[in-house]
């Protein structure tokens, strides 16, 4: 993938900040408001379950990596501080953080067709490049694919993604301990992902749903 020019650059990152936070906060909370369904209020209690972005941002993850990834490979990619989960505390702990971990992924889902909505009515209303609603369509472009881009690469079944967690509810106990270990090295591991050029299957992938949609594919 190219990378992009410093004033395109500037322009894609200011359209894209609000799509871009809101999909990486509300997939964390989703995290922790599934939880507390289950009987695990520790989001609750640190304050997680909000819409606040500030209480979500991680500076690798929200900032530095998506500036980086946008500049550098020409697509949009990061995270959120991990919402706490405690198993010990959901009801049945095996069975619940499947719901709990497919949680993330769903809301992203979810967003994706409230963006592609948004995209299409915008696009409806446009007059031109000076038109209003051409803004929104630009947001609602990026906002379609980053979604279903964190969609798509979460549901890997790689520690620590979500898609490892859902993984662990169906395995042996033998096998879920292997999954437990390999999380600590997890954000070794996402980076690597996507250095090594890893991720451009889940890129395919998301270009092939966004414009199932009936959006365009960004990157």
Same mark, same amino acid.
């Given at each position: ?11 894609? *990152?200011?359209?894209?900040?609000? #799509? /871009? ?11 922790? +408001? ?24 991680? #500076? /690798?993850?929200?900032?530095?990596? #998506? ?8 697509? *949009?990619?990061? +995270?959120?501080? #991990? ?31 409230? +963006? ?32 279903? %881009? %964190? ?30 270990? %390999? ?12 250095? %090594?050029? *890893? ?13 199932? *949609? ?6």
């Amino acid at each position: 993938m190219s990378g992009v020019d410093l004033p395109q650059f500037i322009q894609i *990152l200011a359209v894209a900040v609000v #799509p /871009v936070l809101f999909a990486i906060t509300v997939h964390e909370v989703a995290h922790g +408001w599934m939880a507390l369904q289950f009987g695990d209020r520790t989001a609750e209690m640190l304050g997680r379950l909000t819409l606040n972005p500030v209480k979500h941002v991680d #500076p /690798v993850g929200t900032v530095l990596f #998506p500036m980086m990834t946008l500049f550098f490979g020409g697509f *949009l990619f990061g +995270w959120a501080k #991990p919402v706490p989960i405690n198993p010990r505390a959901l009801r049945n702990p095996k069975r619940d953080m499947i719901a709990v971990a497919a949680a993330g992924p769903g809301a992203n889902l979810l967003m994706a067709f409230g +963006w592609a909505l948004l995209y299409h009515l915008s696009n409806f209303a446009i007059s031109g490049p000076d038109s209003p609603a051409f803004f929104f369509l630009t947001m609602a472009k990026i906002g379609c694919n980053f979604n279903i %881009l %964190l969609m798509l690469f979460n549901l890997l079944p790689i520690p620590p993604l979500d898609g490892s967690r859902v993984l662990r509810g169906f395995v042996p106990e033998s096998i879920g301990r292997v999954l437990d270990t %390999l999380e600590r090295y997890g954000l070794i591991i996402v980076v690597g992902l996507i250095v %090594l050029g *890893l991720i451009t299957p889940v890129v395919v992938v998301m270009r092939i749903v966004v414009r199932f *949609l009936g959006v365009p594919a960004l990157f």
